[in-house]
């Protein structure tokens, strides 16, 4: 918090909105106190004041974007969850939005258009200028999760014959430049990409010095159309802080910078997160009904896994009633092979997404997978087999449960490492299928496992 609100501290130490900030907050936007408001949060950063609004209710939002009124810092929309940044945007009118979207990079205007319906996206394009239109229709027809779509089009590119002096002169009196760049890209009078000049290499450079001479021409130019996960893998491979995006025919259309590719990052990682939960696409800013509907269709599933599984459990029912202790031990067995398929599945789809899993090292990842199953499975089996002796006096018992745990790790195991290289090899996203499958081969291969063992061993 700057000095507008020094009284009121905005966060705790966790780093956490804190409460009587909020609580100050929302009193002045019922009261309809506007000065209060704006001297609690006109100075707030742009990060502060999206994380503000996060938390407010959605009619305290419109009433805080409708109080400041042009001194609303637009450069906090971008900054917002998704769900929570279209419901601004619906309250904002298309005039007010279209002048947002000129004080952003070109990048943050595609990422506020992207998400709205195309009526919407043509109410607010229509109000922009005709170049500044042009650009960012441009950038919306390319696919979703591309270079294009991350791309910053604003970049300078220059001549290589032009001097070192001329360039600075350019710079310093051009009117369009971005706000902040670290290079400037050398091309030819097709636009076609030759290099780039880092600016400190520029600021070192005598000013006859031509730009040709101190071009580097050994970049990592990303394709328009490469998924962003691909393009933050180049950038962690090469170390890069910036790369160029051409187009099919090799000419220079944008850049890429390394904030663009931390946000990628974050937004890639939270998807697979919450996909391997079965809540893929959810925030929690999402409506009672949106988030019922999001996780209702994996809840479905996972219902037919578990009468699956209960159907296995049927077919040895007499055996059950004549050991009551088989009740008690089976779901053991079932959560142990739950967790532990859990675990290779969690690495084997991290490992998939970074690439660190491939055809080429698949048959080792798997033979170590089985084997730490294999392991893991004679280690518990002996501990279980200790324990259900000693709880229920019967070695036989004992010597059924070590089996089924043995049988139950090491199918989880392999399930945990095969189906997320099966779904890959099938174009499927791991992350998003693979927890319903080994769930559903851990709790029938258990049950069965051990429900059949005590049929044969105890009958």
């Avoid at 407010?56 to 969850?81: H, K, Q, W, Y």
């Avoid at 071009?215 to 160029?244: C, G, I």
Wanted: proline fraction near 4%; charge should be negative.
């Amino acid at each position: 918090m700057q000095d507008a609100a020094t009284e009121i501290q905005l966060r705790d130490e966790e780093g956490d909105i804190r409460s009587d900030f909020l609580h100050a907050v929302s009193h002045a936007l019922e009261t309809e106190d506007a000065a209060r408001v704006r001297a609690l949060t006109l100075d707030l950063h742009e990060g502060d004041l999206a994380d503000l609004i996060q938390v407010l209710r959605p009619d305290e939002r419109a009433a805080l974007i409708a109080t400041l009124g042009d001194d609303f810092n637009v450069e906090s929309l971008p900054e917002l969850d998704e769900p929570v940044r279209d419901q601004v945007l619906e309250d904002m009118p298309p005039e007010q939005v279209a002048e947002a979207l000129q004080q952003l990079e070109s990048d943050e205007a595609v990422y506020l258009l992207e998400d709205l319906d195309r009526q919407e996206q043509e109410d607010i394009l229509s109000k922009l200028p005709y170049f500044e239109r042009i650009a960012l229709q441009r950038s919306l027809e390319y696919p979703e999760d591309s270079a294009g779509r991350i791309m910053q089009t604003d970049l300078i590119a220059v001549p290589p014959f032009w001097s070192v002096g001329q360039t600075i002169d350019y710079m310093r009196v051009a009117d369009d430049l971005p706000d902040r760049f670290y290079e400037i890209f050398v091309v030819d009078p097709a636009y076609h990409l030759i290099g780039c000049v880092a600016l400190n290499r520029i600021l070192r450079s005598k000013r006859p010095t031509t730009i040709e001479s101190i071009t580097d021409v050994d970049v990592h130019p990303v394709p328009v159309e490469s998924d962003q996960e691909e393009v933050a893998r180049q950038f962690e491979r090469y170390n890069l802080t910036s790369a160029p995006v051409i187009d099919e025919d090799k000419r220079l259309v944008g850049v890429i910078t390394a904030d663009d590719v931390v946000e990628v990052v974050q937004e890639e990682a939270s998807e697979d997160i919450l996909a391997m939960g079965g809540v893929g696409g959810e925030s929690v800013s999402d409506t009672v009904w949106e988030t019922t509907r999001l996780r209702f269709s994996w809840l479905l599933a996972n219902l037919a896994t578990a009468i699956l599984a209960s159907i296995v459990i049927s077919f040895f029912e007499a055996t059950i009633e004549q050991m009551v202790a088989l009740a008690v031990l089976m779901p053991i067995v079932a959560s142990m092979g739950g967790n532990a398929g859990t675990q290779t599945m969690t690495v084997a789809v991290r490992a998939l997404a970074t690439h660190d899993l491939g055809p080429a090292n698949a048959f080792r990842v798997i033979s170590r997978e089985a084997a730490v199953g294999l392991l893991n499975g004679i280690l518990f089996a002996v501990l279980m087999a200790a324990i259900a002796y000693f709880w229920f006096g019967s070695g036989e018992l004992g010597l059924v449960i070590g089996l089924a745990m043995i049988v139950n790790l090491f199918a989880a195991a392999l399930a945990g490492i095969l189906i997320p290289l099966g779904l890959e090899a099938l174009d499927l996203d791991p992350a998003v299928a693979s927890s319903v499958f080994v769930t559903t081969v851990t709790d029938v291969v258990g049950f069965f496992a051990f429900l059949g063992l005590a049929a044969l061993w105890l009958a």
